[in-house]
């Protein structure tokens, strides 16, 4: 009998739901999951998640004390929040997942590493060891400086809101665990700039993981690929044979419900037989590549100023629901 896309691209990718509700996580059985400022926001106005919610703010309040404003417990409730879901989709899913360190803290390598260590010293004080996290962090030169003092201190690093190649290079050399590429938000950039609409092998954000992917095969890198940010399944069909690829709910369920049959398209020999010159990324290297690349340089900035916009609005719920919670139960 035929197999379906999901069947088929398990075989030789990690799959990986890109979401926080934790129903489609069950539902779909993913190795690892990984969620992002604006999956916790959305997953966090659901009301079968509220019970979390709750939780997570009383013991936010608890431990700041009553004399703390609400804004303080909110601020501090998010960045618990987003572990909460991490423990409950670590009940699911058999691998890892990724938690998000602060967007806001994107250019500041100190704060993202101090950051990093408190998220991992809780999910360690529930027990979860560090093999089952990735602490995700912005593809800045900052941020990969923040994930090479991580990696040697045994906390695994999932760099996000990755663009172009010398981010890629830049993160390999530091030794990171993981990178996401995003194919879909590429593909976003350049029908806005060009107004044509592009398919298959010609998607440029399928072209990038692809260059990524064989760059870091061809020379043997062991950080791993996870494209990212999927606006088709054509994407990912493109992209089979990639480390992992990160999947929202919507299109996994469109890979089930196909039939039909996939071929390998990225693989390690290939590569391996490749023409490919070696780059040499340094802070001047990476700065310069950057400036250059119009399209790395706008959505990097746009991702971070998304996902800080998210943890906003977040913080803004959490108070809103705090006052509702002390007015049903004042002390």
Same mark, same amino acid.
């Given at each position: 009998? %035929?197999?379906?896309?999901?069947?088929?691209?398990?075989?030789?990718?990690?799959?990986v739901?890109?979401?926080?509700?934790?129903?489609?996580i069950?539902?779909?059985?993913?190795q690892?999951?990984?969620?992002?400022p604006s999956?916790?926001?959305?997953?966090?106005?659901? *009301?079968?998640?509220? *019970?979390?919610?709750?939780?997570?703010?009383?013991?936010?309040?608890?431990?700041?004390?009553?004399?703390?404003?609400?804004a303080?417990?909110?601020?501090?409730?998010?960045?618990?929040?987003?572990?909460?879901?991490?423990?409950?989709?670590?009940?699911?899913?058999?691998?890892?997942?990724?938690?998000e360190?602060?967007a806001?803290?994107?250019?500041?390598?100190?704060?993202?590493?101090?950051?990093?260590?408190?998220?991992?010293?809780?999910?360690?004080?529930?027990?979860?060891?560090?093999?089952?996290v990735?602490v995700?962090?912005?593809?800045?030169?900052?941020?990969?400086?923040?994930?090479?003092?991580?990696?040697?201190?045994g906390?695994?690093?999932?760099?996000?809101?990755?663009?172009g190649?010398?981010?890629?290079?830049?993160?390999?050399?530091?030794?990171?665990?993981?990178?996401? *590429?995003f194919?879909g938000?590429?593909?976003?950039?350049?029908?806005?700039?060009?107004?044509?609409?592009?398919?298959?092998t010609?998607?440029?954000?399928?072209?990038?993981?692809?260059?990524?992917?064989?760059y870091?095969?061809?020379?043997?890198?062991k950080?791993?690929?996870?494209?990212?940010?999927?606006r088709?399944?054509?994407?990912?069909?493109?992209?089979?044979?990639?480390?992992?690829?990160?999947?929202?709910?919507?299109?996994?369920?469109?890979?089930?419900?196909?039939?039909?049959?996939? %071929?390998?398209?990225?693989s *390690?020999?290939?590569?391996?037989?490749?023409?490919?010159?070696?780059?040499?990324?340094?802070?001047?290297?990476?700065?310069r590549?950057?400036?250059?690349?119009?399209?790395?340089?706008?959505?990097?900035?746009?991702?971070?100023?998304?996902?800080?916009?998210?943890?906003?609005?977040?913080?803004?719920?959490?108070?809103?629901?705090?006052?509702?919670?002390?007015?049903?139960?004042p002390?």
């Amino acid at each position: 009998m %035929p197999q379906n896309l999901l069947e088929q691209l398990r075989k030789f990718t990690i799959v990986v739901a890109d979401t926080g509700d934790i129903e489609a996580i069950g539902k779909f059985r993913p190795q690892d999951s990984t969620t992002n400022p604006s999956l916790i926001t959305a997953a966090a106005q659901l *009301p079968q998640y509220q *019970p979390i919610v709750d939780d997570v703010l009383l013991a936010a309040r608890k431990e700041l004390g009553g004399n703390s404003t609400d804004a303080a417990v909110a601020n501090l409730a998010f960045q618990r929040l987003a572990i909460a879901f991490g423990k409950k989709i670590l009940a699911i899913v058999p691998g890892r997942v990724s938690t998000e360190v602060d967007a806001r803290l994107s250019y500041d390598t100190t704060a993202t590493i101090a950051q990093a260590r408190s998220i991992i010293a809780q999910y360690d004080k529930s027990g979860i060891g560090r093999k089952r996290v990735l602490v995700k962090i912005a593809s800045t030169w900052e941020g990969i400086r923040a994930a090479e003092v991580l990696e040697r201190d045994g906390i695994h690093c999932n760099l996000t809101l990755l663009f172009g190649l010398h981010q890629a290079i830049a993160a390999a050399e530091a030794g990171v665990t993981l990178v996401s *590429p995003f194919v879909g938000r590429i593909l976003d950039w350049y029908k806005n700039d060009t107004g044509k609409d592009f398919h298959g092998t010609d998607d440029p954000g399928v072209k990038s993981v692809t260059t990524v992917y064989n760059y870091y095969k061809k020379f043997d890198y062991k950080t791993q690929v996870m494209g990212a940010s999927f606006r088709n399944i054509g994407e990912i069909i493109e992209l089979a044979g990639c480390d992992l690829l990160t999947i929202s709910p919507q299109l996994l369920a469109e890979l089930e419900a196909t039939v039909a049959e996939l %071929p390998r398209k990225l693989s *390690p020999d290939a590569a391996k037989s490749m023409n490919i010159n070696k780059i040499i990324v340094d802070k001047a290297a990476f700065d310069r590549m950057h400036a250059a690349d119009r399209m790395a340089t706008d959505k990097l900035k746009e991702g971070i100023e998304g996902f800080s916009a998210a943890l906003v609005k977040l913080e803004t719920l959490l108070a809103q629901r705090l006052a509702e919670l002390e007015n049903k139960n004042p002390t």
